[in-house]
């Protein structure tokens, strides 16, 4: 397969400027990574959703640094052509500058991602200057922020009322203006994100919040049905049944290895004859 190399925000920049929609995945390890950058994705998010989606918890507030460093060094490994982004997990960017930077710097070295995430708006537009101050790319995050779930009272769309559709213009200017290379739009409605968007000079990346972004999102198993099914969002869309496929596959093993049908013949290995004979033959 034809190497390419990675996008850049320049790069991206200018396909917001040429209209040409961006591509993104959120993938948490190796497997899932090579498999998106093959498919030709622009982008792919180590997104700290691995925790709802990989480690079983329910929602994302559990996940570590560590796990955010563990993922995204996999991911990396699987698509070094692809301009990864990794999530800053809860609370990780809300306290002292010293520590932010701290953490951002083992995703940079350790993880090996070529920017991070930050959920919120105005309140964290100082710490994205700061970072990207360091030199690091950040991409922003509003809307349905999952970090802050319990604070916006569940997973509810946002941007229905003026007042809310006000604040979320606001956050997202305050996120451009502080150096974000890219923002994502998550479960906004899709007037207030086509404002945005236009709004704007730096990409959107809408997930939930309709055809007008710059760019769309979606969770590799979400898109191929990886996992046990789950309740059906309306702003997912199903490519591909792989689960499905996964759980016909190990359920046909399980009756061959009760049956006694595999391992078969053609799957087994066999002594020589003389051999054999020497360890199983009659010896006296």
Known sequence: MEQRKPLTTAKMRKMK????????????????AKLSEEAGVDLILVGDS??????????????????MVYHTRAAVRGAGNTFIVADMPFLTYHGSLDVTLKGVARLMQEGGAKAVKLEGGEE????????????????????????????????????????????????????????ACAIVIELVTDELAAWITKELS?????????????????V??????YGSASAPRKFVKTYANIGEAIRNGISSYVQEVKTRAFPAPENTFHMD???VQYLYGDKE
Do not use: W
């Open 273 to 275: 004859n003389d051999v």
């Open 17 to 32: 400027q040429d209209g040409v929609p961006i591509t993104m995945v959120t993938a948490y390890d190796y497997p899932s």
């Open 50 to 67: 691995l925790g709802n989606v990989v480690l079983g918890y329910d929602s994302t507030l559990p996940v570590t640094l560590d796990d």
């Open 202 to 218: 730096i990409p959107t990346i809408g997930i939930g919040s309709g055809v007008n972004c710059d760019g769309q999102v979606l």
């Open 220 to 225: 590799f198993h979400d898109l191929l049905q």
């Open 124 to 179: 964290i537009a100082a710490t994205v200057e700061a970072i990207t101050k360091s030199g690091v790319p950040v991409v922003g995050h509003i809307g349905l922020t999952p970090q802050s779930v319990h604070q916006l009272g569940g997973f509810r769309v946002q941007g229905k009322s003026s007042e809310q559709a006000e604040k979320l213009m606001r956050d997202a200017k305050a996120i451009e203006q502080a150096g």
